[in-house]
């Protein structure tokens, strides 16, 4: 186990901090040493990248980047976990993730990454004033869908819109690192 630690390595792509505190808190459990994905430009020596990035506007914040910084030689393991407001029990909110990743990552390596979902939060009051006013866009759009047609996603957007909410549960860090026979 102690080998795989050292091979190892957690990056994030955070904008406003839960996803940032998700992945200290998995350093923190595994000993694996974490950095914003900004910091590390070279992924080559690791054999497993464990990557938490934030849903941002149908992306996940980083992994593009992240993405294209690997060995290249298909030799190392990816592990996505997604940061965002919707539940992620949600399967329609799961699967519409899920393709906003494919489209982001080479096909090969998004056949191979494992991908888990983890519930993020949002502070409207920390929102940068460019965000604020997307959402509040956003917000008035998506309530002129009718109930029966909103995605949890969108729901949820709508649930919390000019509020702070908080669903971090850092024990829904578990199943990742049992997925990593870290446990």
């Keep these: ?13 955070s904008k406003y901090g839960t996803t940032k505190q ?17 910091e590390v430009k070279n992924l080559s020596e690791y054999d497993t990248v464990i990557y938490f990035g934030s849903l941002y506007a149908g992306g996940v914040t980083g992994l593009p980047k992240t993405a294209k910084r690997l060995a290249g030689d298909g030799t190392q393991r990816l592990v996505i976990i997604t940061v965002g407001l919707a539940s992620p029990a949600d399967k329609a909110n799961a699967d519409h993730i899920k393709e906003s990743i494919r489209k982001q990552i080479p096909a090969d390596i998004f056949q191979k990454a494992d991908i888990m979902h983890l ?37 949820a957007i709508i649930d919390t819109y000019n509020q702070t909410v908080n669903f971090v549960d850092f024990d829904s860090l578990t199943p990742v690192a049992e997925l990593l026979h870290l446990l």
């Design 119 to 155: 519930r993020g939060g949002i502070d409207y009051q920390k929102l940068h004033v460019t965000h604020r006013l997307m959402m509040k866009l956003f917000y008035n759009q998506l309530k002129k869908q009718p109930e029966q047609a909103r995605s949890a996603e969108t729901q």
């Design 22 to 38: 998700y992945a200290e808190e998995f350093s923190r459990r595994t000993g694996i040493k974490v950095h914003s994905y900004t």
């Design 1 to 13: 186990m102690k080998e795989n630690i050292m091979k190892s390595i957690i990056l994030y792509g």
